[in-house]
Structure formats: C-alpha cells, structure tokens
C-alpha cells in the first residue's frame, strides 16, 4: 500500500543498509530507508569511510571468506584487518570474553577451535594469523590492504614486536 511501509529504518549507513539487506533476505519487502540526504551526502560517517577495520577474528580463513563477501557485494573500500598485537594469552581471554566474543553464538560456530589455540602451549601467535592471511593481500577480490593493530595496553610491547617483524621481512 502505498504511504505505507512494515519497517521504516532510520539512517542510510552500514547500519541501516546492512539491517534492510538482512530482512529483505529474510523475505521482507515493504521496507522504507530513509536518510537525512542524498546517499553519499547525507552527513553521516559511513559516507565519507575511507576504509574498513574488521573485527578481531583468529581464524584467516574465516578472514578471507569475509572480506570476499564484502567484496561480491560491491564495497570496494580497502579492508584493514583488526587483529590483536603482542598480548598475552591471559589478557587476550580476559579481553575476549569482556567484548563478547566468547558469547557470541556465530562466532563460536564459525571460529570453533578459537578456544583451544588460545589454551594450547604457544596460544594465539599474531605472525601465525598474518600468514594465514597473506593470500588476500595478493587477492584482488578480497581487497585487503592492511591490518590495525589492537594493543589492549600493550603499547611498547607491540610496537618492538611489530619492528622486529618488519626487520625481519625486510631481510627475507
């Protein structure tokens, strides 16, 4: 009916695109979006996004199939992946379970042996996670240009890290 519609969402961001992308899939037809403006000028700040930070994630090939995904749905803004620092295993639980990974029930579907690398001698290794990720950064369709680098406090600790990696991969 026209005038009328079963949802309306306010705002045209990556929140309110991504919400009526979901009940359309869901099988949601009478949807209204509205925005202060034109797309693109609205004024929000998902308009003027230069790039993307994922959400921390420890699997890389979870990673990819993502960034693909973004990448089939016609974003093209580079993707920088989030990802934790140096950091050790106890304050990367403690930090995991405070941000709600570990009571996220998609996220422990998709990432079910997140958990045991954690607890397993040698933990999460950041080194190990980049070179899961190294074919995306050659992979056109999956538009990774980056990672952002999440110190939970670690400041110093990550910074001599992240030189003696480039150190090294300056020499390889």
């Known amino acids: 009916m026209e005038g009328r519609a079963g949802v ?3 705002g045209a961001g990556i929140v309110g695109c991504s919400v009526a992308e979901h009940l359309t899939r869901l099988g949601w ?17 998902t308009s003027h996004a230069t790039y993307i930070v994922s959400q921390i994630c420890f699997d890389a ?3 990819l199939d993502w960034a693909r995904k973004v990448w089939r749905r016609g974003v093209r803004l580079p993707i920088r992946v989030g990802m934790p620092g140096y950091v050790n295993r106890q304050k990367l639980m403690r930090i995991s379970a405070s941000i ?8 422990l579907k998709r990432q079910s042996n997140w958990l045991p690398k954690l607890l397993l001698s040698g933990g999460y290794d950041p080194e190990r996670l980049i070179g899961g990720l190294r074919p995306g950064f050659a992979d056109p369709e999956s538009n990774i240009r980056g990672l952002h680098i999440y110190t939970f406090d670690e400041l110093q600790k990550t910074e001599e890290w992240r030189r003696a990696l480039l150190e090294r991969v300056e020499r390889a």
Do not use: K, N, Y
């Not at 709600?100 to 996220?107: H, I, Q, T, W």
């Open 8 to 10: 309306v969402i306010i």
């Open 100 to 107: 709600g990974l570990g009571e996220s029930a998609r996220f």
């Open 29 to 45: 037809r009478d949807l209204l979006v509205l925005d202060q403006g034109p797309l693109f000028e609205a004024g929000g700040s």
């Open 61 to 63: 090939g979870v990673t």
